[in-house]
């Protein structure tokens, strides 16, 4: 499929995201020919944007994170304003409350300068309250990606302009909806896939139990992601979605060296191996994924996947480490290759 094909199916309003990503990987017919029939549109809509300093980001683009691509529902597209090279880092979600507490605030400021400082990229949706918290912490040491529920162009909320464009300047504003998308309600509950889609690990600050956040929080559990949540006060009712992902087995964070422990970001992944294997990252073929994979040969996540004995999950995270350490690279497809 072209970039321009690409481009024609994320300007359909009513496309189905229901197992988009499988019907995409099979060149479906029926998505081809609606593509095919909005080529033109697609076409001068891209040139378009990129007047305007935007840019579009396959779903077949070796650039697009294999762990993204590794979702049900990934979007034909991704129209960005800044620099994919964060794309590159390793990257945790931080959401909550949009009305949330001076508390909550500061939390996940400190959270995300922390963690940012460590090079994992914070990823959030530009919302008011702990989202924006989260994006300005980031900017202070690191880098972050805002998740749009609208096109890249129009921010909301629009009090937030200024920030998108500071995050423009070093990390990424991102968006499935193409330029001129108002911000219009049911957008922004599909936005949270892609928030935890982005990401290793979704963290939840001050979410009371109708939240958005944990929308954010079921879709990292259904992709495989973990989930965590910061714990807060039993008494004011806003803690009570957090206290709930909590009694579920979401992991408790208090601070940014909780989520580098539970992650295991800065150290080679762990992965349970063979009888022989050592898997301690090494990049001789004890490795339990390198080990399977040979020179000048592509592999996509199913091949390793039943190779390895890993679950997709597991794998991906391996796979982000190994790619972060120069070991392997990614390739067309979404396939991965040793170098």
């Known amino acids: 499929m072209t970039l321009d094909q690409s481009v024609a199916l994320s300007l359909l309003e009513n496309l189905s ?192 139990d109708k939240s958005g956040s944990l929308i954010t929080a079921s879709c990292a559990a259904e992709q495989g992601r973990d989930v965590m949540a910061v714990p807060g006060n039993v008494l004011s009712g806003r803690n009570r979605g957090g206290h709930a992902l909590i009694r579920d087995g979401a992991k408790i964070v208090e601070c940014g060296d909780d989520i580098v422990a539970e992650l295991g970001f800065g150290v080679p992944a762990q992965i349970d191996a063979e009888p022989g294997a050592s898997g301690n990252g090494s990049t001789s073929s004890e490795d339990p994924v390198l080990g399977r994979m040979h020179a000048a040969c592509p592999y996509d996540l199913d091949e390793l996947a039943g190779a390895c004995g890993l679950d997709t999950a597991r794998l991906l995270t391996h796979l982000a480490d190994l790619e972060l350490r120069g070991l392997i690279r990614r390739v067309e497809g979404g396939r991965f290759m040793r170098r």
Request: aromatic content about 4%.
């Open 17 to 208: 995201r229901i197992g988009l990503t499988a019907r995409l990987l099979e060149s479906d017919p029926e998505l081809i020919e609606l593509s095919t029939a909005l080529l033109d549109r697609a076409r001068a809509e891209r040139i378009r944007a990129a007047e305007a300093g935007i840019g579009v980001l396959a779903w077949n683009d070796p650039v697009m994170p294999s762990h993204l691509r590794a979702i049900s529902d990934l979007p034909p597209v991704l129209w960005y304003r800044g620099s994919l090279d964060c794309l590159k880092q390793p990257a945790v979600a931080i959401v909550g409350s949009r009305a949330a507490s001076s508390v909550a605030l500061e939390t996940a400021r400190r959270l995300a300068a922390d963690i940012a400082l460590r090079g994992i990229t914070v990823v959030s949706g530009l919302a008011r309250g702990v989202d924006s918290a989260a994006h300005r912490g980031a900017l202070e040491t690191g880098r972050t990606i805002a998740v749009l529920g609208s096109g890249v162009d129009h921010v909301y909320p629009p009090e937030h302009a200024g920030l998108a464009s500071r995050i423009a300047e070093n990390g990424l504003v991102v968006s499935e909806y193409p330029p001129g998308t108002l911000p219009l309600p049911y957008h922004f509950p599909m936005r949270n896939r892609l928030i935890s889609g982005l990401s290793r690990a979704v963290v939840v600050i001050e979410a009371s």
